[in-house]
Structure formats: C-alpha cells, structure tokens
C-alpha cells in the first residue's frame, strides 16, 4: 500500500522505494526501510535488496562472530561503509510493521538469529540530514510504501523492488520489468 509522502510525520518503519527518475547508481531501483526518522535529526535507513554475496564470516572471521558466520552480508548504503552492522528485521503483529532493530551486538544478533529473527550485516546505512529526505520526497525521488505483510522478508533480494513498485501505476508496471539497461532490451 502507498502512502502519500509523508513529508510533516517520521517514516519510521515505512519504506522508501527508489522513484523511476532516481537514476543516482547507489540507489537506483532500491527499497530502503527507514528506521529511524526525526525531523530535527534526519533519517536513517538500510537498503534490503544489495546483498553482497557474502556472509558475516567472509568479512569478519573472528571467533566472536562465529556463531554469526551464516548471516548474510548486505550493502546498506553509502554511510560508514566501512563498518558492518547487525541488525534484526521482523514483522511486528501487534503493530502492523516491519521493524529493524539495528546496532546489535554480536551477542544480541546471535541470540536474535538463534530465536529464527532474520538477521542481516549490513556493511554502510543510508543517512538524511534534517529535511534532507523529505526534500527528495517532495522531488519525486522516493515511493513511500507501509508494508502490508511480512512477505517481503520472504522474497529473494532481486525481487523486491520491481514486486513492490509494480503495483504503483501502469507506468511503474511497465518499468517494473525493464532491464537495468535498456540496450539489453
């Protein structure tokens, strides 16, 4: 379900599909869930379709995160990129929402994926200063969507944005399904 840009309310637990015309290389055709949004302090999100093709262990093989070694590794944006992060990503029932708990320890994850929490590193997050996001909301750069079920978790990373985005508009159908780049075509 889309929601109108809430650009005066937080986005806390909302995603952020990347628009048609946001052609910017790291973000391009993204879905970013925003989990923390404050007006005087920006946004904070992690993009859940980049996986690295890596696991926690191939970046970190130290014994403490051993018990982490399966987790897979994502690209979570642009910031801090050279630091990874824990995090938890689950659907709360009693709320109606996807909610990331993030800056996990490596105890807290471990414990997190024992009890079956998709747990995920995510190398970098995607920041906002003040205002800065919803200045790209009010560009048109950013879809913003409430998930509706905690399908999403369930889909391969690669098929989250075009499954998303898909139900927008005709227009967002038909570029659900084009290739990245249209030569291929």
């Known amino acids: 379900m889309s929601v109108d ?17 946001l052609l ?19 946004a904070v999100g992690y993009i859940l379709n ?3 093709d890596k696991r926690v262990g191939d970046l970190l093989p130290a014994a403490e995160f ?34 990331g708990r993030t800056n996990l320890s490596a105890a807290e994850a471990h414990a997190m994926h024992l009890e079956g929490y998709e747990v995920r590193g995510f190398v970098g997050y995607s920041g906002w200063s003040p205002g800065q996001l919803e200045g790209e909301l009010d560009a048109g750069a950013w879809e913003v969507q409430r998930p509706a079920s905690d399908d999403l978790l369930r ?27 249209l030569s291929l075509n």
Do not use: C
Request: proline letters at 11%.
């Open 66 to 99: 051993s018990g982490l070694g399966d987790v897979p590794a994502f690209f979570g944006g642009p910031v801090s990129n050279d630091h990874l992060t824990f995090a938890a990503i689950f659907w709360d029932a009693a709320v109606g929402a996807i909610v």
């Open 5 to 21: 840009p809430p650009t005066h309310q937080p986005l806390g637990g909302l995603l952020l599909l990347a628009g048609l015309e």
């Open 155 to 181: 889909l391969p990373p690669g098929q989250l944005w075009p499954r998303l985005i898909r139900g927008l508009s005709p227009i967002h159908r038909i570029a659900a399904d084009m290739p990245d780049d």
């Open 24 to 42: 910017e290389s790291t973000f391009k055709r993204t879905v970013v869930l925003i989990t923390r949004h404050e007006k005087n302090e920006g």
């Open 50 to 52: 980049r996986p690295l």
